[in-house]
């Protein structure tokens, strides 16, 4: 897998997925997930691997002005073509009869030749009405290949793991794909309130006024910021964390009782070897965090602790800073010998 995040960069989406699957498909430590995935597409007991199939597996093969299947698996014998498709729009209006022509002529003496067109449930019907209309107004007949439709959601379920690469794969579609994108009145009315933007911002404006008031104590790195993320590490000596906005979580909260962007978190990779573990663990939890499968230490932070309406001449930002203060020195304490 040397080369794997230089195969991947740039790639977003449709060809993002792709290659990541390409690479679950091609690895010999992912010959478990290769027989699940064989498993499922042919709806077959007989569970092997790529290799154990003789299978090669290239990405982008192509063909010319009939295309290129994002996937294109093939033995000897057998070879299928699969399209990985969320959103993309359909090609040209006669994408698979392009790539049912792609069988008959390239691959014309191999006696399995199948499509599987990869999508998720919601667009099924949609694909599957292109599909059907591309085939009547082509007249393409199908013969002996084989059309089948292949959904994401399934191949999540069989591939659910704490593997890494396998893990964030299925993390990447679910948030970005399978999550509802239908907006509900209450949604849009939300969002058309200017009160919700501006809400946002502030969050975004206080995380520095917060990082200032921290690194007097604390070396404070720079700040990070993505689409799920702005905030900054915290280096406390015997442990690392990390503050501010964390959207993942803010999407699905650890803690039901408390809806927030904001959380302080700490992963076992950032405590050092000085730190005794068990006792650290039990006792993260007396001060508030809660262990995540993904993002193992987390403390969520209730905006309540921004509310102005109190006598107080303490700005908002500053009494969080002054709760993130002392939960810092706890986290401390808890990781001394």
């Given at each position: ?173 679910q948030t970005r794909f399978l999550t509802s994108i239908e907006l509900d009145p209450k949604e ?150």
């Amino acid at each position: 897998m040397k080369d794997f995040f230089v195969s991947i960069e740039g790639l977003s989406s449709e060809n993002l997925t792709t290659e990541i699957l390409a690479q679950i498909l091609i690895s010999r430590e992912f010959a478990a997930y290769q027989r699940l995935f064989f498993s499922h597409i042919f709806q077959e007991n007989c569970l092997k691997s790529t290799e154990e199939y003789g299978y090669e597996v290239t990405t982008q093969m192509d063909f010319k002005e009939l295309g290129r299947p994002d996937l294109v698996i093939y033995n000897t014998n057998s070879v299928f073509l699969i399209e990985n498709k969320f959103y993309a729009p359909y090609s040209n209006e006669n994408q698979i009869s392009r790539y049912i022509e792609i069988l008959n002529t390239h691959f014309s003496n191999y006696s399995r030749k199948e499509i599987f067109l990869l999508t998720i449930k919601r667009r099924l019907n949609h694909y599957e009405e292109k599909i059907s209309k591309d085939l009547i107004l082509s007249n393409t007949k199908v013969g002996t290949v084989k059309l089948n439709y292949l959904l994401w959601d399934d191949i999540l379920k069989i591939f659910a793991s704490t593997n890494f690469v396998v893990n964030n794969l299925a993390y990447f579609i679910q948030t970005r794909f399978l999550t509802s994108i239908e907006l509900d009145p209450k949604e849009i009315e939300m969002l058309n309130n200017n009160n919700y933007p501006q809400a946002l911002n502030k969050i975004f404006n206080l995380i520095p006024l917060i990082k200032d008031i921290i690194l007097k104590s604390y070396t404070v790195q720079r700040t990070s910021q993505s689409y799920n993320y702005y905030g900054f590490y915290i280096e406390q000596g015997l442990v690392k964390s990390w503050f501010g906005y964390f959207f993942p979580l803010w999407l699905t909260p650890i803690d039901v009782n408390v809806c927030t962007p904001l959380h302080l978190q700490i992963r076992e990779e950032w405590i050092t070897n000085g730190v005794d573990l068990t006792k650290f663990n039990n006792e993260l939890s007396t001060i508030g965090f809660v262990k995540h499968n993904d993002f193992h230490w987390v403390k969520p932070y209730d905006l309540k602790l921004l509310s102005s309406k109190d006598s107080s001449s303490e700005l908002n930002y500053e009494k969080l800073a002054q709760v993130l203060m002392n939960d810092l020195e706890k986290v401390q304490n808890v990781a001394r010998p």
